[in-house]
């Protein structure tokens, strides 16, 4: 059998990582040897790739998002509203998905998170309408398409308005049908080897959107098939205020009284938590994805993450829904996270390392990840690519720095598993003009 072709990305302009300053060597998959400045490969070396124009990013991890969302970006009814009111108002909008449109929206979603330098997402679907049954195997089968790396949720809605819920009846299902599609998926597409390109958690909405008997099932199907938990919380006063009236307790306790308060779990948001629920999140291990343009578009706060990580919690980055971001690009959420948080924590704590390193060993971890997220040897070879020729970085001193500060929109060069999926700024077999004019046409059905 023919021995597997070595790549030597070379002297990148700046990394994450000085052990990697000369360079990474890929083989296969994987990365096989970091190399010091001015040094050479041990390896013999078929190809090389000269990076000195580039800077080198381990892959970008989308910790929290809805593909589906790409479709209603700026949408007229849903404009300047809070969390509740602006979900209400999409509801019967979303109601109307077809598969086509979760087809081409996830297309749309992970190419604009390619080109942001992402190589592994997150996405969580809860909406399955009559006629919508698929949708995470459409969505499973345009990320193999594309060869993005996906983590993908069987999320969930049982709890409609004619029970006290949110969302309108035609969006929900009964538990049984969730139960057993749940386990359908996990075992045609959920891979736990490592290296994996394609995992499922199961994602009960919100509280505000299931019943408590949902969310105690689903975490005995996750632990009997050792699968992750995923699920929206702690977001808005709002959700506060419902889990008192609907449940008597505040959301941690929630969580903890339908057995999701573990490691298994990581959660979208997570804001509104006091001194004892943060301490008590981290010695669960429970993870948390920021989703700080969401967070900043429907007024909704800023979440803890200093304190959350120190209590013991992975903290990880989401664009979140392109409803309540109007976007999916992953290096410029990387940039709110900074500025965010910078707001709370001071400028010092809240570093362009430290938001990086949410974006990439912070989301692994979220994902329960540890073949991800670093540029070390033995890891998989996902690595994004940004060059600094653009106009907002002419006069710019630090390259790292830079790619934050000043504002990285697109990298130049983006590899998944060991292959480049974006060269030159473009996805690879891609339409990209074909793909945006269908999601134009497939939007304004919807509108």
């Avoid at 970008?60 to 300047?80: D, E, G, M, S």
């Avoid at 449109?101 to 992402?118: D, K, R």
Wanted: net charge negative; charged share 20%; aromatic share 6%.
């Amino acid at each position: 059998m023919q021995n597997p072709k070595t790549l030597w990305i070379k002297s990148p302009l700046a990394t994450l990582d000085s052990a990697c300053a000369g360079g990474v060597v890929v083989s296969d998959n994987t990365i096989i040897e970091l190399v010091a400045k001015g040094d050479v490969p041990q390896h013999s070396i078929d190809d090389t790739f000269d990076a000195s124009e580039h800077v080198l990013l381990p892959g970008l991890i989308n910790a929290h998002h809805h593909f589906y969302q790409t479709l209603t970006r700026a949408h007229p009814v849903a404009l300047n509203k809070e969390l509740f009111s602006w979900l209400t108002s999409l509801y019967p909008v979303w109601a109307k998905l077809q598969p086509e449109m979760i087809a081409v929206s996830t297309q749309i979603a992970l190419t604009e998170l390619l080109l942001s330098g992402c190589t592994t997402a997150n996405d969580h679907h809860y909406l399955f309408p009559q006629g919508l049954e698929q949708a995470i195997d459409i969505q499973m089968e345009q990320a193999h398409r594309l060869g993005v790396r996906v983590h993908l949720t069987r999320g969930s809605m049982s709890l409609g308005q004619e029970q006290g819920g949110l969302p309108p009846q035609s969006t929900v299902q009964s538990e049984e049908t969730i139960l057993a599609d749940s386990e359908r998926l996990i075992h045609r597409y959920h891979d736990h080897a490592a290296g994996a390109m394609s995992r499922v958690a199961l994602a009960p909405c919100s509280p505000f959107s299931v019943s408590s008997e949902l969310m105690k099932a689903s975490a005995r199907l996750a632990e009997q098939h050792d699968v992750q938990l995923h699920t929206h919380l702690a977001e808005t006063h709002d959700e506060t205020e419902f889990c008192q009236r609907m449940f008597g307790m505040r959301p941690v306790d929630y969580l903890e009284s339908v057995g999701w308060l573990n490691k298994r779990t990581w959660l979208a948001h997570g804001i509104h938590f006091n001194e004892e629920e943060i301490i008590r999140l981290g010695k669960a291990g429970t993870g948390i994805a920021h989703c700080p343009s969401s967070n900043m578009l429907l007024a909704s706060g800023m979440c803890p993450t200093l304190d959350l990580e120190a209590a013991g919690c992975p903290v990880g980055l989401g664009v979140d829904g392109s409803a309540s971001n109007d976007g999916s690009n992953m290096i410029l959420e990387v940039r709110q996270a900074l500025l965010l948080q910078r707001l709370r924590y001071g400028a010092s704590k809240i570093t362009h390392q430290k938001v990086l390193n949410w974006a990439t060993q912070g989301s692994a971890a979220c994902l329960g990840r540890d073949d991800i997220g670093e540029i070390a040897v033995g890891k998989q070879a996902d690595l994004a690519l940004f060059r600094l020729d653009d106009i907002q970085f002419a006069g710019a001193g630090d390259p790292l720095a830079a790619l934050v500060l000043c504002g990285a929109q697109r990298a130049d060069r983006v590899m998944v598993a060991g292959r480049w999926r974006v060269t030159e700024g473009a996805v690879e077999g891609l339409d990209i003009g074909a793909l945006k004019a269908r999601q134009r046409e497939l939007a304004a059905q919807l509108r």
